[in-house]
């Protein structure tokens, strides 16, 4: 039996992630920053469906609105459809060599992007930057590096427990 992952190691890079978020960059760079926080949530809820879903996707997008100050349920919605679609696609996902899953990585981050400016739109807010469209590729490029280093973190924590 594959145990999963011990709560801390899940939640504590939900909570690096977050931290991430509010990392304050030079203006010209904050709109390119890759959505770290939804790349984790899709690495945990491909891995440990289980004990990452679209409930925590929700509360964790709740925390990611109240920390990062913006419209309350935008990262929340936004969270739970990439997980929802994360799930739907998950046994094809996870069985894809690391650059299809980049790929495919990088075409759910544009769909989150497609789904900000439609709620900021919705919202009347300020649409995103043109330069946000850069996240997901930022994203895509750095999603074999996460994936390997915390399928190492999650293997290494499963030794020692």
Partial sequence: MIRAPT?????????LGLLFAILPLPASVTAARPFLLAMLMAYWSMEVPNKVGIGTAFVVGLFADLVTATLLGEHALRLVVLVFLVQ??????RFFPLWQQSLA???????DQVLLAIIHWLAGAALPAWTSALSPLLGMLLWPWLYVLLDMVRLRARERG
């Fill in 7 to 15: 709560s801390w190691l899940v939640y504590g890079s939900f909570a």
């Fill in 105 to 111: 990585l990088g075409l759910l981050l544009g769909n």
């Fill in 88 to 93: 739907r696609f998950r046994a094809r996902l």
